[in-house]
């Protein structure tokens, strides 16, 4: 080993790259971490926090709306873009400044740079020269994708820039279906901007269950979001006031701000893989074994570089299972199964298990229990509608599947995941008594099996 610099060197300093990198240095290993952008990765620099925190920003629209029906008198409420601007980075940089902090404390060194394979135990860092390990970690993340072919997509803007707009714009477009256009929309329409979503798909956010999604979609609407399903761009144009965006269905819209959501993709983009001969998916993703380790015996990838569930706790969780295996003498593989979600939505999703699509395909016969109701914080106003549907294996009796839509969803499913992922039935899901006055005591209180529409029982 002591023919080689370090014993691991880790490619992105994101949610990944830290994790596995602490715990290694934290093992006595000689750990060096190279970074292109800034520290943190996409979570903590222009995903996830910055991402929060407008939708904190964005909230607070919705709730004087709300405090009106309680008595309440908010007047010359403003918003300054620039002031919130000013504490999100403040923030951001804390952060960032805490994850080097971390690192060097554990004893990593960090090499400021984008760094490339040379073979398979070289890397090097642009401006810093090469440098050697015994082994190496990809934990180089996703960056959006963008359809280069559709005329005028460069004046559109990808959730990068979202996080650093000059100033907040009086319209705008956002194209995109994923959690990602759909958060953003409701930051967008929070702080007063008018909003198009515009999907290609019949439904937004593919992939969660289907009630989830058209009763998000419903909902989106309600708090004022255009949403346009089943087309897509065939243009934007500069106009003198800002763009023109062509859609496929014949419609078209001005924005002072186009955005692009439609997708992210692995980040290897000049990474030196084919020099270590580091082989990928065909979905251009690094291709890597259950314990993250890819073709080649000494490299290793985590996160979404990996495309395999691009969320930070999971990139965290690999990054941590990577390090144990090698470093701790511990073989350890992160399950991915029952991984549950949130999107920050207004109003949010909590999302766990199969929905009930797939519950159907992989298990056949499954009971529905489904709820929409009104949350009480509503009874003085507002028409908002919360959904929460279990999914229960019909032979076992397991819940497979939990989909919340509504106030604290994303607060709700961190808890029910324990249950689903022990493997809990409804019966004990059921014997679990309600918690008072709460939306979640619904989950526990579901006994009517749900039927489809027209079989007696109707939503
Ligand atoms: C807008 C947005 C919102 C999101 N919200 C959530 C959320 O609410 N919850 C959630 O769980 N997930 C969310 N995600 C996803 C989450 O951010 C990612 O899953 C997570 O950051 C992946 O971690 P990673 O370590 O794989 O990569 P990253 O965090 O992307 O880190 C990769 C790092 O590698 C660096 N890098 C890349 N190539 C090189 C190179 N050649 N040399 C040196 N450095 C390099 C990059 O600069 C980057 O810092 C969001 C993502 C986006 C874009």
């Not at 477009?173 to 930051?187: H, L, P, T």
């Not at 949130?342 to 529905?368: C, H, N």
């Not at 008594?433 to 619904?442: D, P, W």
Request: a negative charge; hydrophobic letters at 40%.
């Amino acid at each position: 080993m002591a023919q080689y610099e370090y014993d691991l060197f880790v490619i992105g300093a994101g949610s990944g790259g830290v994790r596995a990198a602490r715990l290694a240095a934290m093992s006595g290993a000689r750990v060096a971490v190279a970074e292109e952008h800034r520290v943190g990765g996409t979570c903590v620099i222009r995903g996830c926090v910055p991402k929060k925190f407008m939708v904190y920003a964005s909230e607070f629209a919705h709730h004087f709306k709300t405090a009106k029906g309680y008595g309440w008198t908010i007047e010359g409420a403003t918003f300054d873009w620039p002031t919130f601007l000013a504490e999100k980075d403040k923030e951001i940089a804390r952060l960032s400044g805490i994850y080097v902090r971390n690192l060097q404390n554990a004893g990593a060194e960090l090499a400021h740079g984008k760094a490339k394979l040379v073979d398979a135990h070289t890397v090097e860092v642009a401006g810093q020269g090469t440098h050697t390990a015994d082994k190496i970690l990809i934990a180089t993340g996703g960056r959006p994708w963008m359809p280069a072919e559709l005329p005028g997509i460069e004046h559109a803007i990808t959730s990068n820039e979202a996080f650093h707009l000059p100033e907040l714009p009086r319209r705008i477009v956002i194209a995109g279906g994923g959690y990602i256009a759909v958060e953003f929309a409701g930051i967008f329409n929070g702080l007063g901007v008018e909003t198009t979503l515009i999907h290609r798909g019949p439904n937004l956010l593919r992939g969660f269950d289907d009630d989830v999604r058209s009763h998000v979609a419903e909902e989106l609407e309600k708090r004022g979001i255009t949403v346009v399903l089943g087309a897509q761009h065939t243009a934007i144009e500069k106009t003198a006031g800002g763009f023109l965006n062509r859609f496929s269905d014949g419609h078209e819209r001005e924005s002072d701000v186009v955005m692009f959501a439609v997708g992210r993709e692995p980040y290897v983009e000049g990474l030196g893989l084919e020099s270590a001969g580091v082989k990928l998916t065909d979905k251009g993703a690094v291709a890597v074994d259950d314990y993250s380790r890819t073709n080649v015996e000494n490299i290793w990838a985590v996160g979404d570089v990996t495309d395999r569930i691009n969320l930070t706790p999971v990139a965290i969780r690999e990054g941590q299972a990577f390090a144990e295996t090698m470093f701790y003498d511990r073989p350890t593989k992160f399950d991915h199964e029952m991984v549950a979600s949130a999107v920050f939505s207004q109003p949010p999703i909590g999302s766990v298990g199969l929905t009930e699509a797939d519950a159907r395909k992989q298990y056949g016969k499954v009971d529905i229990y489904l709820a929409r109701l009104k949350p009480m914080k509503y009874a003085f106003g507002g028409d908002e509608r919360s959904l929460l549907k279990l999914i229960v294996d019909c032979a076992t009796e397991r819940v497979l599947g939990c989909h919340v839509v509504g106030p604290d969803a994303p607060e709700m499913i961190q808890m029910a995941a324990i249950a689903i992922k022990m493997g809990v039935t409804k019966s004990q899901w059921d014997a679990t008594c309600a918690v008072h006055q709460t939306l979640a005591e619904e989950l526990v209180t579901m006994r009517e099996k749900h039927l489809p529409m027209g079989l007696g029982q109707v939503a």
